[in-house]
């Protein structure tokens, strides 16, 4: 440890300043929860604006509420021409003191830009930016950054181990803080994804920062970051546009609920709490999810021709009668021939309305012409209908014509029969795939659409099929909830493994085209990989014209570890620019033989993880055929354990489908059977590639099988490189 620095107490004194300000406010905010409480009278108007009230003390007082993440972070010190120096401390939410004076300023406000996006060449009119290490309340060092004559950015570092190197890292990419960033990247991972508010660099800046008009796709490899910059640009987006965005409401997908899980803090620890986390099949009221596609199905149910299928269902749905309907009425019959329901439904059709809102014109038009042709011509179409609407043959009737149909009843009568497939993929695709197609699409139905084992494929195909039929009208009313609901930002994190009728069902919940979408085109595993971005933006919203923005620094995963990945990403993905790693590991990945069994071979290298680092997160990533195998070899060895999809990440050893694996980040990864992942896996050298870049500071890898010839090669360059 480095010498004390001599601002050490009086920062630590304004840390304590301001936490005590941070409480002041709480307790002011509870006090007046408090008084609105007590008065539980007076008009419909009034209680209103009360719950009104209450909700945003609520809100505030969850904002207010940090838990054990540092408050303050940083400290600017600038040169005004009109105020001299001036000093900002900058921290995760504003304080203000009992005079509503700025104590801290929010990392997001206008002012608090130069403490990420200054440098020695572009100043920003920084005299000083000062970086603190923190845990809790308690201030550990200080880091500086001199700006001006003869400094240009360079810094000295008071009270952290080991040397400043300045802004740079040896040569390689510039870096703001690199002390404090290093101390901060070797901390241990916790099993939740944790913000980097103090650490942001200045090209994760220009993506938080960037303007919110329009889609912007950034593409980034393991451990640059991306995820963690996307929550940051969203809670960013929601303090410079709090109106309208916080009525518009933004909206966060994920690939899996272990990653909702892993990354379920980060917007809370920034003070935003309201936005919706999800996995696309929450978009999808009452279908839940419980069989999986094989790679060739799930590829042609994430084609976009899907949706003329859906479409042609639809319409093969609203069909004329087979035989003249007749029903009796007084003391004669009422009459629909084939011709006239042919009318009707064609007249439905032009109102180009969706489906199920159209079966009431249906019907009217039926009672209309039913009272039209009676001879008496004393029937009007309220008569008609109130005679004749509960008969089974009318009912019956109209079901043939115009059914009302939920999404899953729909697609439950269309994958379950070959006759109604053959029917909507003619003239959907072409003519010598319609056999081939329908022979992949059809299942065997089950007793009800309840009841139907579905798949993450489907849900685009369901969601698709709810924006053309539409909600069922309610007595002639169509209750809002029902509608698809829309955000004023969506943010998609691995975005890379939507298929275009998955893209298409984000698209339909963007209010204005605003997104932030994330992902990494070497790790793209889906059903439908796309080779290049413009594969994806042309399913997302064109209002405004997309960017696309890469992420050049990989700041999580140790080089050792990136030399054995980055040659089986170029094997996988061949051309893709590789993350420039900014840290050393120090432990080199390790190839490990299996002499006997493998479960036993793996317990014992988890046996080896826990002695290196006792309290480090462990993942043993395997394919997804191998988990439970694992997970008893490890039970046999009496080694505490968990699941990523029963836990998360919540035990220090966790058992991990590679197919979940993407997103995460731990201490310590044993990769198992490199050759099964990749045989059993869509696109399995990428998978591979996922697993082997989840590990911040040791890699192992199992095997029984030989390896893959690209991760021998892998090694082998490392140990030439060591040599």
């Keep these: 440890m480095t010498a004390r620095h001599p601002d050490l107490p009086e920062e630590q004194a304004f840390i304590d300043h301001a936490y005590d300000c941070l409480e002041n406010s709480r307790q002011a905010a509870w006090r007046l929860r408090d008084l609105n409480e007590a008065d539980l009278g007076g008009t419909f108007q009034a209680r209103f604006e009360r719950n009104a009230f209450d909700e945003a003390l609520v809100k505030r007082l969850t904002d207010l509420d940090l838990g054990d993440v540092a408050l303050v972070f940083g400290r600017i010190d600038r040169n005004d021409e009109q105020e001299g120096t001036e000093s900002f401390r900058i921290g995760r939410l504003a304080v203000a003191d009992d005079q509503s004076e700025p104590v801290v300023i929010d990392w997001r406000a206008p002012v608090a830009e130069p403490f990420y996006r200054a440098t020695g060449r572009e100043p920003m009119g920084l005299l000083r930016r000062r970086h603190f290490v923190v845990e809790g309340r308690t201030l550990l060092g200080l880091e500086d950054e001199l700006f001006g004559e003869g400094h240009l ?330 509608e698809i609901r829309t955000y004023g930002h969506i943010v998609v994190d691995e975005v890379q493994d939507l298929t275009p009728m998955a893209l298409r069902m984000v698209s339909r919940r963007s209010l204005n085209g605003s997104m932030t979408v994330v992902g990494d085109l070497a790790q793209a595993t889906g059903a439908l990989a796309p080779g290049v971005w413009e594969d994806v933006l042309e399913h997302l919203p064109d209002r405004r014209p997309a960017r696309v923005i890469g992420l050049s620094v990989g700041y999580r995963i140790p080089r050792e570890i990136m030399a054995v990945a980055d040659v089986v990403m170029e094997a996988a993905a061949p051309g893709l620019r590789r993350p420039e790693s900014v840290r050393s590991g120090g432990e080199h990945p390790r190839l490990v033989p299996a002499v006997g069994d493998l479960g036993s071979a793996v317990a014992d290298e988890v046996g080896a993880s826990l002695a290196s680092l006792p309290n480090g997160s462990i993942a043993v990533v395997t394919p997804d055929s191998l988990v439970d195998r694992i997970a008893e070899a490890l039970d046999s060895a009496g080694l505490e354990h968990g699941r990523a999809g029963v836990s998360g990440l919540d035990r220090q050893v966790t058992v991990v489908p590679v197919s979940v694996a993407k997103g995460l980040e731990l201490d310590s990864v044993i990769v198992v059977e490199p050759s099964l992942i990749v045989s059993e896996t869509h696109l399995g050298l990428r998978a591979l590639y996922v697993g082997l870049t989840r590990s911040t500071r040791r890699l192992a890898v199992v095997h029984s099988e030989p390896i893959p010839p690209s991760l021998e090669m892998g090694f082998s360059s490392l140990a030439a490189q060591a040599g």
């Design 153 to 482: 950015g360079l810094g000295h570092d008071d009270g952290l181990d080991g040397d400043l190197s300045s802004e740079t890292n040896g040569g390689g990419p510039t870096l703001r803080g690199y002390s404090t960033l290093i101390a901060s990247l070797e901390r241990g991972r916790t099993g939740a994804l944790g913000d980097i508010v103090a650490t942001i660099q200045a090209e994760q800046d220009e993506i938080i920062r960037s303007p919110q008009a329009g889609v912007l796709v950034v593409q980034g490899g393991p451990g640059t970051g991306k995820t963690v910059v996307a929550l940051h640009r969203a809670a960013y987006l929601l303090y410079t546009h709090r109106f309208p965005l916080e009525d518009q409401g933004v909206l966060v997908i994920g690939p899996n609920r272990v990653f909702l899980r892993y990354i379920e803090r980060v917007l809370p620890s920034l003070g935003e709490a309201g936005v919706e986390q999800v996995v696309l099949s929450d978009l999808v009221p009452g279908i839940g999810v419980s069989a999986r596609d094989s790679a060739e199905v799930a590829a042609v149910k994430g084609d976009a021709r899907m949706s003329r299928l859906i479409d042609r269902a639809v319409d093969d749905r609203e069909r004329a009668l087979r035989d003249d309907l007749v029903v009796p009425f007084r003391s004669g019959y009422l009459r629909v021939s084939v011709e006239e329901s042919r009318r009707i439904i064609r007249q439905a059709r032009r109102r180009n309305r969706r489906h199920n809102a159209s079966r009431r014109i249906v019907e009217n038009e039926m009672w209309e012409t039913m009272a039209a042709g009676w001879r008496a011509g004393d029937a009007s179409p309220s008569e008609v209908r109130e005679a004749i609407r509960r008969l089974p043959e009318v009912r019956e009737a109209l079901e043939r014509m115009w059914p009302v149909l939920t999404p899953g009843q729909l697609l439950h009568d269309l994958l379950g029969s070959r006759a109604l497939l053959r029917s909507a993929l003619t003239g959907a695709v072409e003519a010598d795939e319609v056999e081939r197609l329908v022979d992949l699409l059809h299942r065997p139905r089950s007793a009800s659409p309840a009841e139907v084992p579905w798949t993450d494929a489907d849900i685009p195909l369901l969601d698709d099929a709810r924006e053309v039929l539409g909600p069922i009208p309610h007595r002639g009313e169509i209750d809002p909830a029902d």
